[in-house]
């Protein structure tokens, strides 16, 4: 009884082991590419500065010339990121899953 005892405890240390360096290296994975994926989600200043820069210069241009011009909607670019955000919380949706789901 003993020996039966001594063999499913080590085989439990032996699961739990394994279990406890898999979850440190997938977390450890996550980790690293969650830090390096972040820099995705912030917006680049230069770029948006740019954008306004550019339509400033189309309408000042426009006035001058007295010119009546469609200028682009900004509402296009609020929906482009819009979608992203929704795209960017569904990846860290989905790498926090599995954590969750290790079996027991």
């Known amino acids: 009884m003993k020996k039966y005892d001594k063999a ?10 394994k279990l ?15 830090v390096e994926s972040y820099q995705w ?6 770029q948006t500065s740019a954008l306004l820069l550019a339509q ?6 426009a006035i001058a010339n ?3 011009m469609m ?11 819009l ?3 929704a795209y960017e ?5 989905s790498s926090a899953l599995p954590c969750v789901s290790l079996p027991s």
């Open 8 to 17: 499913i405890c080590d085989a439990w240390k032996d699961d739990i082991e």
């Open 20 to 34: 406890l360096i898999f979850a440190a290296l997938f977390s450890a994975t996550v980790t690293a590419f969650t």
């Open 41 to 46: 989600l912030q917006e680049d200043y230069t």
């Open 56 to 61: 400033i210069s189309l309408q000042v241009n």
């Open 66 to 68: 007295n010119i009546n």
């Open 71 to 81: 200028l682009p909607d900004p509402r296009i670019k609020r929906c482009s990121l």
């Open 83 to 85: 979608r992203q955000g």
């Open 89 to 93: 919380s569904t990846f860290f949706g």
